[in-house]
């Protein structure tokens, strides 16, 4: 089971090169400010904002494409039905089913802002390796314990779906079919799913173990951080510059003053 996420992390793109705590910094800055956009008129220059950087950072278009897919449904599935429900102006109306203006446009702000935010999350982890992320995240002061459950979850997070696709596998030898959901179906689902939970509890204590045989605790002394360059700076402060354009556009267009 391979997931992708820092596949094109060999890039030389000027993202790739940049610095990776002035991007991190930087980019999570926008990120922000893209979750607090909430004027119409401001979502095109967002849209573009984020597309001029994807297209920066020179990562292929399936790669954006596929990664979409499942977070796209799960937004479908969230604020498909705003439109229909949502609203008081109609704008098309089929027998019971209307279109109303207010839902369309609420739906329009969720999905324009998920569709920028998924794309510099993109940008963030496939143009640096996830060790180097991880690395990124402990010195800039996060806790040495998330950092190290989080490398240790993205680590067996592929052993666990390798397992899953064996057992997988050897259920269809057997004769089992995943389109027709009886009870013994259900039944088999949940076996699965109790035995690979099992599996990954036991394995998480002998992996624990294994690191506190191996010194795990301890402090340790982490090497010196590459220091920041010029253009690395000028990068994050340009980036953080947009950002407070942004917040401080939708503070003065819902204010009135613009």
């Known amino acids: 089971m391979k997931f992708?996420?820092?596949?094109?992390?060999?890039?030389?793109?000027?993202?790739?090169?940049?610095?990776?705590?002035c991007k991190l910094m930087g980019l999570m800055g926008?990120?922000?400010?893209?979750?607090?956009?909430?004027?119409?008129?401001?979502?095109?220059?967002?849209?573009?904002?984020?597309?001029?950087?994807y297209a920066l950072s020179q990562l292929p278009i399936s790669y954006w494409r596929m990664r979409?897919?499942?977070?796209?449904?799960?937004?479908?599935g969230v604020v498909g039905f705003l439109p229909f429900?949502?609203?008081?102006?109609?704008?098309?109306?089929?027998?019971?089913?209307?279109?109303?203006q207010e839902g369309?446009?609420?739906?329009?702000?969720?999905?324009s802002r998920f569709l920028a935010i998924i794309t510099l999350s993109l940008v963030l982890f496939g143009t640096a390796s996830f060790l180097t992320?991880?690395?990124t995240l402990r010195s800039l002061g996060i806790?040495?314990?998330?950092?190290?459950?989080?490398?240790?979850?993205?680590?067996?997070?592929?052993?666990?779906?390798?397992?899953?696709?064996?057992?997988?596998?050897?259920?269809?030898?057997?004769?089992?079919?995943?389109?027709?959901?009886?009870?013994?179906a259900l039944q088999t689902f949940a076996s699965v799913a109790g035995t690979?939970?099992?599996?990954?509890?036991?394995?998480?204590?002998?992996?624990?173990?294994?690191?506190?045989?191996?010194?795990?605790?301890?402090k340790t002394v982490l090497s010196q951080s590459q220091s920041w360059h010029l253009k690395d700076a000028l990068g994050l402060g340009l980036v953080l510059s947009l950002a407070a354009t942004f917040m401080a556009a939708e503070f003065w267009l819902s204010s009135g003053i613009l």
């Not at 429900?85 to 109303?100: D, E, H, K, M, R």
């Not at 369309?104 to 999905?111: Q, S």
């Open 104 to 111: 369309t446009l609420a739906m329009i702000g969720i999905a």
């Open 143 to 184: 806790s040495p314990i998330l950092t190290d459950m989080m490398v240790l979850f993205y680590r067996y997070l592929f052993e666990l779906g390798d397992r899953l696709h064996t057992m997988q596998s050897a259920m269809r030898l057997r004769g089992f079919k995943r389109t027709r959901l009886t009870p013994r």
């Open 68 to 76: 979409l897919r499942y977070p796209g449904l799960f937004l479908v």
């Open 133 to 135: 992320t991880i690395k």
């Open 196 to 218: 690979l939970l099992v599996q990954s509890y036991e394995q998480s204590e002998r992996i624990y173990q294994a690191m506190r045989l191996r010194g795990y605790g301890q």
């Open 4 to 21: 992708g996420l820092d596949d094109y992390a060999h890039l030389e793109s000027p993202l790739h090169q940049w610095e990776p705590r």
């Open 85 to 100: 429900i949502s609203g008081q102006t109609v704008l098309f109306q089929l027998g019971p089913i209307a279109l109303y």
């Open 30 to 53: 926008l990120i922000f400010a893209f979750a607090m956009v909430r004027d119409q008129r401001l979502i095109l220059p967002m849209l573009g904002v984020s597309a001029g950087i």
